[in-house]
């Protein structure tokens, strides 16, 4: 069985303890490799190989690790079928998604920040005929970068990119659950020969390895994607040494759908926004509010057309959803299958697990819709994180603001609605960071990334994570 290791100092390296933890493929439901289970001396390695190369990488010019960077993105490209099919094994995404979005994603992450840091420009400040202040960007030194299994090498790859772009040196850990991508970025670290150190990837549980990046004292900033209650306990480990921190965490969406709006296009993209990638995604619309006139057509549309949805088997190109990523996950997504239906909801399509021929022992989940419930009770309220979705009615645009608002979370929102006024007025007073007007997932490498309320702390993409990465260091010059 294959096993793969932590790469640090650029040498691939088992645990110091010579422990491992089993890799499933969800979508057989069997072991399929073994991966690190690192520890705080694994982890010290890393820290430490990363805090010996920052000299060297930090004083490199921008061209040159901009360089580097595009290596690692066109190494990528040039072994893209390979990392679309291990991501769909790890993950149980359909094969054609990653290769799709996934893995091209991770390549313009890499490309994208190797050509916007040789564009990154700081302010000056100019008083008259006194002075000129200018700000100088440093780099912060080694960083920790800790991302989740829903888009494994994706969202790996976009905290990773701006941190080495802007000459921090990084120690990173994906998900204990999808870790195979991760592993073959380090393989294409070391074909393109990235110098030791500068990038060091260490697998293993959050807990555990994800702790001690967390509260190693020589780590200065945290990049942190995953669940809310996880970010919570690294605000709190990372407080202590006023360690900078970037927090993207979960969200309870609101897709509300105005009777103006350009029917055929919402309904078919609220198909996507609701079940792309099995509803994992931080962005999925999981509270759809649909506006009291066309809420009987909608139902019978969305309904008819979700019960066609394939699910099974990720490697067929006819598969829409694919596998829930691991058997924790799958089993929670069908206690709150069980809790709607407790809290009175009622189940219009799905609501089952299913066992497609061949993949009997896979962990599959059929598109749920479900309606009937308030948006106070705890479906509406806290992530599922799976293909289900409730669907609501309004009356009044207040009404609509007033049921999209009403959740802790504040990642992104939908909103369809042709009348252009409305959607100004609806997109301003929305609790989110990202709202999509007549559209869903429509990215802009350059745009903010993130939310408010529990969804989150700081912003990505672009120049956010650019200064992120970065310590202003403003230098007053008396004329
Ligand atoms: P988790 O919070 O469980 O894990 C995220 C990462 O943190 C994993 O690598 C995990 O390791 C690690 N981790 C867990 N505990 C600790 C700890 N105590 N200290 C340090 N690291 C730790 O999230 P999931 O992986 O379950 O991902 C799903 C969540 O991610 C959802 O809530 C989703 O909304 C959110 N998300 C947010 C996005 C955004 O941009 N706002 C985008 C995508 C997802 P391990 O897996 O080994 O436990």
Redo the contacts with the bound molecule.
Sequence with gaps: MKRILNYINGEFKAPHGNLWLDNYDPSVGEVYSQIPDSREADVSDAVAAAKNAFDAWSSLSTEKRSKYLLAISEGIQKRLTEFAEAESRDNGKPTWLATKVDIPRAVSNFKFFAQAITQFSSESHAMGSMAINYTLRKPLGVVSC??????PLY?FSWKIAPALATGNTVVA?????TPMTAYLLSEVCKEINLPPGVLNIVH????N???F??IHSDVKAIS????????S??AQ?AAPKFKKLSL????KNPNIIFDDCDYEDMLSTTIRSSFANQG????CGSRILVQETIYEKFIKDFTAKVAKLKVGDPFDSKTNVGAIVSKP?YEKILSYIKLAKDEGGTILTGGKSVFPKGHEKGLFIRPTIITDLPQTCRTNQE?I?GPVVTVDTFKTEEEALEKANCTEYG?SATLWTSNLKRAHRFSRDLHAGIVWVNTWLLRDLRTP???VKN??VGR?GGFEALQFFTEPKNICIKY
Excluded at 146 to 151: A, T, V
Excluded at 173 to 177: A, D, I, L, M, T
Excluded at 248 to 251: A, F, V
């Design positions: 800790i991302s989740p299994w829903n888009l969202l850990k994906p998900s204990e659950v293993g549980l959050g807990p390895t994800g702790h990046m967390s942190f994607t995953g669940g809310t209650k996880t970010g306990v690294i480990n993207e965490l979960g969200g994992q995604i931080c962005l996950h992530e994180f990642l990334f993130g939310g969804s989150g990505e």
